[in-house]
């Protein structure tokens, strides 16, 4: 499985990004997909989930409100809307594959990774 990822940048705090996930080798129908962050210094952490068929998301509370994941897997594409971005915001956002069909497990079981693609919010 391939995931590519792109869409981030440099954005003023309270603008927004849509952050994109390419999947290619893989049918996306079965599985759920995560986006996680990994801010410098810090662990690598779960941002949102969702389900394989699209009608079940998470959120971490940190995001809640602001950020929106969304699929198409007939395009193999994965969404990251991410509004009123905040400088805290700013980190190296993953997409993620989970060899579940759900999220019911919160951050565990995703296994194939992409490369990231870079998000920074001026403070």
Known sequence: VQLVESGGGLVQAGGSLRL?????????????M???RQAPGKD???V????NSGSSTNYADSVKG????S???DKSMVWLQM???????????????????G??????GFDAWGRGTQVTVPS
């Open 48 to 51: 949102s989930c969702i389900n």
């Open 66 to 69: 602001r950020f929106t994941i």
């Open 34 to 36: 995560g986006w996680f």
């Open 44 to 46: 690598r952490e779960g």
């Open 71 to 73: 699929r198409d897997n």
């Open 83 to 101: 509004n009123d971005l905040k400088p805290e915001d700013t980190a190296v956002y993953y997409c993620a594959v989970s060899i579940y069909s």
């Open 103 to 108: 999220c019911q497990r919160g951050w565990l």
């Open 20 to 32: 994109s996930c390419a999947a290619s080798s893989i049918n996306l129908q079965y599985y759920a």
